[in-house]
């Protein structure tokens, strides 16, 4: 950035005005800028960047601490792959929790011409405004990846090449399973349940509520999914809801991380928490400290400090074409889903007590761990949650 600044001091103010927003550049109290900060390349301190140096952006769908394990891993791929040596810096853009604040990040890096990659949670799968600018970028000669959230594969696969993250259905189908397994231990063989997430067109969101649906049985039947648009007070409020009109509920299932002390929250302020299994997605530093208390009964975690790994290392071998890696990652690059690379599952329960159990899950995809045992892996990378 000094670098395209150097001999400039003699414009005037507006041409001023006019390369700082043409580099991204907030300038509080002038008009002309639309006033978003621009991502601080993580690892470069300040966030000065080299001069001639590119840029890889993951552009998240909210604000929550799920990215903040992220960022971390972000990091780590910066440092792992000598990102510096090759003439690139990673950074996180925060997006605001709306599909429009996604279309305007998209909009202001195509005119950004050092940013290289971009990845990126879709908020929401099937909006054709977003998958437009991620075509336009890769039109651009950005590479573009999806992690964590995909858009939908039936229609718009073609928006990008690969997807990193969680096989959410998988994922749902693990979370279905071990709500079934906390209901039969309660003498439950029927009854209702409720699922909880930011947006239900979300394609994570939606796949992991219909694995849940598909795992869990036909005996017990979904009552409702209610989204809440990330607004932690009416994640709340939906819990509140969902308690008072479904009254044959047994399982509240947290589907975002936000959700899980939200339900864990609500169901011990009302006193009602032993009329619920608490099953929930993600471990935000809230919720394993609800588990901790005992307000919640298993969490299915994913990575999202290996996403973020896997997004530099990706990100890195798209941009200096290196194939070997890209097939080391894709090796069934071309069959079904086999631009899908998969960052595992954890099944997360307070102590080996519960009575969700090792063998309920494929130990290909799923790691079992006690809580203790999660903490200890969190210690040794410094996260509080994942």
Not at 33 to 50: E, H, L
Not at 139 to 159: L, M, P, Q
């Amino acid at each position: 950035m000094q670098g395209m600044l150097v001999g400039a001091t003699n414009r005037s103010c507006a041409a001023w005005l006019a390369v700082l927003c043409s580099i991204g550049v907030a300038v509080a109290g002038l008009s002309g800028c639309s006033g978003q900060k621009r991502p601080v390349a993580p690892g470069t301190g300040g966030g000065v960047q080299a001069a001639g140096a590119k840029r890889l952006i993951f552009i998240t769908n909210g604000d929550d601490p799920f990215w903040d394990a992220l960022l971390s891993g972000l990091k780590e791929g910066e440092k792992r792959f000598d990102c510096a040596a090759a003439g690139l810096t990673v950074s996180r853009d925060v997006n605001n929790a709306s599909a429009e604040g996604q279309i305007e990040r998209l909009r202001q890096y195509a005119t950004q011409n050092d940013v290289a990659g971009i990845a990126i949670s879709v908020i929401q799968a099937d909006n054709q405004s977003i998958v437009d600018e991620m075509k336009k970028l890769q039109a651009k000669g950005v590479k573009v990846i999806t992690v964590d959230g995909d858009v939908n594969r039936s229609t718009f696969r073609d928006a990008r090449p690969y997807y990193i993250g969680t096989d959410n259905f998988v994922g749902g189908q693990v979370l279905g399973t071990a709500t079934r397994a906390l209901l039969e231990a309660r003498g439950l063989k029927e009854g209702g349940y409720v699922q909880f997430a930011g947006f239900t067109d979300n394609d994570n969101a939606r796949s992991r509520m219909d694995g849940v649906k598909d795992a869990i049985g036909t005996a017990y039947a979904e009552r409702d999914r209610m989204a809440d648009e990330m607004d932690l007070p009416r994640a709340r409020d939906n819990v509140r809801n969902a308690t008072q009109n479904h009254p044959d509920a047994a399982a509240l299932l947290g589907i975002w991380s936000y959700n899980a002390p939200a339900i864990a929250d609500v169901v011990t302020e009302s006193g009602a928490r032993d009329k619920y299994v608490v099953a929930t997605f993600d471990a935000a530093s809230l919720a394993i400290g609800h588990m901790d208390k005992g307000h919640i009964d298993c969490m299915v975690v994913q990575n999202p400090f290996e996403m973020g790994v896997q997004t530099v290392r990706l990100l890195k071998a798209m941009v200096e074409g290196d194939d070997t890696v890209l097939k080391e990652m894709f090796p069934q690059a071309g069959a079904p889903d086999g631009d899908v690379f998969t960052t595992g599952l954890r099944v997360v329960v307070p102590s080996a007590e519960s009575p969700v159990k090792k063998d309920l899950f494929d130990p290909k995809v799923v790691e079992f761990m006690t809580l203790p045992d999660f903490k200890a892996w969190l210690a040794k990378y410094n996260l509080t949650s994942s």
